[in-house]
């Protein structure tokens, strides 16, 4: 399986009320990168429920760029990144989030809009391009919708990891990105 996962941690007030710093074998969870990114983005991309991105959509030298510039001894880029678009749930799209989570909130319009802001809040962070970074918006909603319900404390717990799996959420995000 490869090691690079969009890193996300359902029902969030469990995932918030255990600690986010660590895995569940106790390794760090990559840290966010803080504000100020340059790629802020103004509203959103007009709907990301299907996935409407080509392939290989993180491939591209400007995104090569920006994982570069994020990397760290520790964590690659694209790990960094994933831990972005988690903190963004549990930031400014908690609402959105916290929507589709409730009793028949999974709904296309809910998953839209967490998308939409995930898409946002992580460019504001991680100047990715659009396309780019409607790859992490899709993951994100694929694990509200297909695994909140999975009881997913821990995002590297067996379970969640067969959740996402299963729901199509990395073969997903992989064919999306084009990340290796």
């Known amino acids: 399986m490869k090691q690079v996962r969009l890193i996300w941690m359902i029902p969030l007030a469990a ?25 802020n983005m103004s509203g959103g991309t007009g709907g990301t429920g299907g996935g409407g991105t080509s392939e290989g959509a993180c491939t591209n030298e400007a995104d090569a760029m920006v994982y570069e510039d994020l990397a760290t001894d520790e964590f690659t880029g694209q790990e960094i990144v994933s831990a972005e678009a988690s903190a963004c749930v549990f930031g400014s799209c908690s609402d959105e989030a916290f929507a589709i989570l409730a009793p028949g909130g999974n709904t296309p319009e809910n998953q839209d809009a967490l998308a939409v802001c995930v898409v946002a809040c992580t460019a504001e962070l991680a100047p990715l391009t659009p396309d780019c970074l409607v790859c992490y918006g899709d993951s994100v909603v694929c694990s509200a919708a297909n695994c909140a ?9 067996d379970s969640c990891v067969r959740c996402r799996e299963q729901a199509g959420c990395f073969s997903g995000f992989d064919e999306c990105s084009g990340l290796p």
């Not at 319900?149 to 717990?157: D, E, L, N, Q, V």
Request: hydrophobic share 30%; with cysteine.
């Open 15 to 39: 995932a918030i009320a255990i600690g986010c710093g660590t895995t569940e074998a106790g390794s760090s969870i990559p840290p966010v990168i803080g504000t100020g990114g340059t790629g």
């Open 149 to 157: 319900s999975a009881g997913c404390t821990t995002p590297t717990a």
